[in-house]
């Protein structure tokens, strides 16, 4: 089993910063594939970020591309997502997952076994 919890949302204007964490517990995780999803009132969820076991390679939807970092630190079985310059599109409930047993990075929510509850991100106008 492996449990998420992520933390660090909020209310912002256009053009701050932000960063979630999401803290993983559980056995195993430097071996995961981990991502962040958002999805936004009325919208289906969507994948924004992954990264790969070893945080060598990450990878981004295009809107988010020079704007949203991914790290990962397996030490303390973390994972974090620094959002820059967050405009009101980017408002949404941000989720982390786990991919547990891909070899390669997806971006179907269905291929990622665990979700952390979600953190609201709501940036103003």
């Known amino acids: 089993q492996v449990q998420l919890v992520e933390s660090g949302g909020g209310l912002v204007q256009a053009g701050d910063s932000l960063r979630l964490s999401c803290a993983a517990s559980?056995?195993?995780?430097?071996?995961?594939?981990m991502g962040w999803f958002r999805q936004a009132p009325g919208k289906e969820r969507e994948w924004v970020a992954s990264i790969t076991w070893d945080g060598v390679n990450a990878y981004y939807e295009d809107s988010v591309q020079g704007r949203f970092t991914r790290s990962r630190d397996n030490g303390k079985n973390t994972v974090s997502l620094q959002m820059n310059s967050l405009q009101p599109e980017d408002t949404a409930v941000y989720y982390c997952?786990?991919?547990?047993?891909?070899?390669?990075?997806?971006?179907?929510?269905?291929?990622?076994?665990?979700w952390g509850q979600g953190t609201q991100v709501t940036v103003s106008s």
């Open positions: 559980g056995r195993g995780f430097r071996n995961y594939i």
């Open positions: 997952a786990a991919d547990t047993t891909s070899l390669y990075v997806s971006q179907r929510s269905y291929d990622y076994d665990y």
